[in-house]
T-cell receptor, first 117, second 110 residues
Framework: EPEVTQTPSHQVTQMGQEVILRCVPI?????FYWYRQILGQKVEFLVS????????KSEIFDDQFSVERPDGSNFTLKIRSTKLEDSAMYFC???????????????FGPGTRLTVL | QKEVEQNSGPLSVPEGAIASLNCTYS??????FFWYRQYSGKSPELIMSIYSNGDKEDGRFTAQLNKASQYVSLLIRDSQPSDSATYLCAVKSTGNQFYFGTGTSLTVIP
């Protein structure tokens, strides 16, 4: 069964450094998402991406965040200058098949745990 | 601020019983509603989606939606210890943005 994959599983970085989190969505899915979940808190929407552009972003997704789909398979989240409060689990999700009736069903990857020291 | 509210629990039910999980949401124009299961340290796993008022059944799971009351629920019949997890309610607002509740922790006691 196809699944969303994410690398790395755990990333440790120093405050102020740039990190890139990588995701390979399920093939043929049209919509891609990034979420974060701070330990013990709820899953928070960051951004949705469709047709090679951002379709929605939350207040959390400020100028230090960016997303890219550099080729036909990868979807990346870049955090330019990490802060302590960026420490969280970051989930990528994908969904929506061409011609599918329900495009908002999402399947989550296993997550990348980001630790900012 | 669009909110999705859930009782954090913990909710404990004996094995074989029905577990009832509830969720309310604030954005009246929301159209799509989802239940996810999240085991500790793992990613959310989709259980069900529901779009229309009424009930939707899938195996041991039944989702119920009442848009007038802005209320979504999930019933788990014949609860099993493997159902012990945190259950997340998610709502899609206008556009393509999703809001999650804090989750309800369910423990099924053998």
């Amino acid at each position: 069964e196809p699944e969303v994959t994410q690398t790395p599983s755990h990333q440790v970085t120093q405050m102020g450094q740039e990190v890139i989190l990588r995701c390979v969505p399920i093939s043929n899915h049209l919509y891609f998402y990034w979420y974060r979940q701070i330990l013990g808190q709820k899953v928070e929407f960051l951004v949705s991406f469709y047709n090679n552009e951002i379709s929605e972003k939350s207040e959390i997704f400020d100028d230090q965040f960016s997303v890219e789909r550099p080729d036909g398979s990868n979807f990346t989240l870049k955090i330019r200058s990490t802060k302590l409060e960026d420490s969280a689990m970051y989930f990528c999700a994908s969904g929506g098949l061409p011609g599918g009736r329900y495009t908002d069903t999402q399947y989550f990857g296993p997550g990348t745990r980001l630790t900012v020291l | 601020q669009k909110e999705v509210e859930q009782n954090s629990g913990p909710l404990s039910v004996p094995e074989g019983a029905i577990a009832s999980l509830n969720c309310t949401y604030s954005d009246r124009v929301s159209q799509s509603f989802f239940w996810y299961r999240q085991y500790s340290g793992k990613s959310p796993e989709l259980i069900m989606s529901i779009y229309s008022n009424g009930d939707k059944e899938d195996g041991r799971f039944t989702a119920q939606l009442n848009k007038a009351s802005q209320y979504v629920s999930l019933l788990i019949r014949d609860s099993q210890p493997s159902d012990s997890a945190t259950y997340l309610c998610a709502v899609k607002s206008t556009g393509n943005q999703f809001y999650f509740g804090t989750g309800t922790s369910l423990t099924v006691i053998p």
